[in-house]
């Protein structure tokens, strides 16, 4: 029986010294966790990409004087594909908004036939060039990922039309619709990506769709004297375009510190 006490007396010292022993060791912190990177998209960029397009119009001749209709509305478009380059800056206000200013050129070689609605003389008809400068607010969907809207002030131009007979085979004739530059809005939206893993520091990847009006003009249908006649025009035109994005003084990732 005095072993028994003895040993449970001496057991309960040992548990006692081992606990005041764990008191005095120094405490240890719980691993520090890192915020994941998020893009600061305050900065400048240039950029330069290709796409495709599709123009249409509703036109129909008139009077060259009085303005007055002489035939019904028809429709006509064309397609083909563009190059555009371009320039901005944006700022961030807010963790998830951006807002921004920018213009953009496109060289473009958008081809249809048209066909006068007046005498049936038929041609080619190119968008050969188109202008915007506009705004556009942006949203932070993810690091890395900026989905925006835009719209702005837009002039496009179309080359004159060279117009030949309907006929098989086709003649060339004196008569040509002028080249002119429409003057409309536009509204489009996109994406933004930061290509992070490419070496080349602050390069992104923007996909954009746009929807530019264009407003009426009266074209003259030369030489004048012989036909008396003019045709209104009314365009639009829709793009999709891919493009590299530099931002060349993008602060790039922020990392919050502890």
């Known amino acids: 029986m005095n072993k028994l006490l003895a040993t449970a007396a001496a057991l309960t010292a040992l ?8 008191a005095d ?38 009077d060259s004087v009085t303005r007055a209709p002489l035939t019904p509305t028809t429709n006509s478009g064309g397609e083909g594909w563009l190059g555009r380059v371009g320039g901005g800056c944006d700022y961030q206000f807010t963790p998830s908004f ?33 202008w915007a400068v506009g705004a556009r607010l942006g949203y932070v969907a993810l690091p890395g990922l900026l989905t925006f809207v835009n719209g702005g002030y837009t002039q496009a131009r179309f080359d004159g039309i060279g117009l030949s007979t309907n006929s098989v085979p086709s003649f060339p004739t004196p008569f040509t619709i002028g080249s002119n530059t429409y003057s409309g809005w536009f509204v489009g939206g996109g994406t933004e990506y930061a290509l ?3 070496p080349v520091r602050g390069l992104f990847w923007k996909t954009e769709y746009r929807y530019a009006s264009y407003r009426a003009a009266d074209i003259t249908i030369e030489p004048l004297a012989i036909t008396g006649t003019s045709e209104n025009m009314q365009k639009n035109v829709q793009t999709v375009t891919s493009s590299l994005v530099w931002r060349f003084n993008w602060a790039g990732p922020v990392v919050a510190k502890y």
Do not use: R
Request: net charge negative.
């Open 196 to 198: 992070s893993w490419f």
């Open 98 to 130: 951006v807002i921004g200013a920018f213009a953009d050129y496109d060289f473009m070689n958008l081809k249809g036939q048209f066909q006068e609605t007046f005498s049936g003389l038929i041609g080619t008809e190119k968008e050969s060039a188109a």
């Open 15 to 22: 548990a006692t010294v081992g606990t005041a022993g764990a």
């Open 25 to 62: 060791l120094p405490y240890k912190a719980p691993p520090m966790t890192v915020a994941a990177p998020s893009y600061s998209w305050t900065g400048c960029w240039v950029s330069g990409g290709v796409g495709y397009g599709l123009w249409n119009q509703e036109h129909f001749a008139e």
